[in-house]
């Protein structure tokens, strides 16, 4: 069945630094979505991406959908601490979401 | 508020007794969705509805049962819960489908003794 591959597993950040996930398939996707989940919350909403190459922003966060639609990155500029949590991207499979297994972002002390 | 609750948020049970996790939304949603999280496994589905008395199943059904008899309410089940059955369990919901925006409850955390 459907599967994806979302790296890295951790990032730790310092700060004011940049991060990045990945969420990558072996097929081509009809859409991504991804979802931010705070330390003991729920998973929340940030974006859907549909179009091949597509670039979607919201504030520091940039996200892409591949132009093959295999592949997403979500990128966060200059982090702060409301940043912390996992991001997790989903995929839609005759009509379930498979869930990558998420990035965790930790803001380094 | 638009929102998806949950009930109870923690519960301690053993081996063998019958519980029920609640599950409303006030948003009019058509599709439900029960999902169970684990460290290092990400989010798993493990029931579905896309419209009333429509429910199937997810990755691991196994163990759940599920009911969908009216829009807003859609019920989690352990007919005989075991300690593989301790997790963080999330309700959702979304319009139409899976392909919209999910809103999530704030979660179950259930520890099977």
């Known amino acids: 069945g459907q599967q994806v591959m979302q790296i890295p597993q951790y990032q730790h950040v310092q700060e004011g630094e940049d991060f990045t996930t990945y969420c990558n398939s072996s097929?081509?996707?009809?859409?991504i979505q991804w979802y931010k989940q705070r330390p003991g919350g729920h998973p929340v909403f940030l974006i859907q991406?549909?179009?091949s190459g597509e670039v979607k922003k919201q504030k520091r966060l940039t996200f892409q959908f591949g132009e093959a639609k295999k592949n997403s990155s979500l990128h966060i500029t200059a982090t702060q601490t409301t940043d912390v949590g996992t991001y997790f991207c989903?995929?839609?499979?005759?009509?379930?979401?498979?869930w990558g297994a998420g990035t965790k972002l930790i803001i380094k002390p | 508020e638009a929102q998806v609750t949950q009930n109870p948020r923690y519960l301690i049970t053993v081996t063998g007794k019958k519980l029920t996790v609640t599950c409303s939304q006030n948003?009019?949603?058509?599709?439900m969705s029960w999902y169970r999280q684990d460290p290092g496994l990400g989010l798993r589905q493990i029931y579905y509805?896309?419209?009333?008395?429509?429910?199937d199943k997810g990755d691991v059904p196994e163990g759940y049962k599920v009911s969908r008899k009216e829009k807003r309410n859609f019920p989690l089940i352990l007919e005989s819960p075991s300690p593989n059955q301790t997790s963080l369990y999330f309700c959702?919901?979304?319009?139409?489908?899976?392909?919209?925006?999910?809103?999530f409850g704030p979660g179950t955390r259930l520890l099977v003794l």
């Open positions: 989903a995929v839609d499979s005759n009509y379930q979401l498979i």
């Open positions: 959702a919901s979304s319009l139409y489908d899976p392909t919209e925006e999910l809103h």
């Open positions: 097929t081509t996707l009809s859409n």
């Open positions: 991406l549909v179009k």
């Open positions: 509805s896309m419209n009333v008395e429509v429910t």
């Open positions: 948003m009019n949603h058509e599709y």
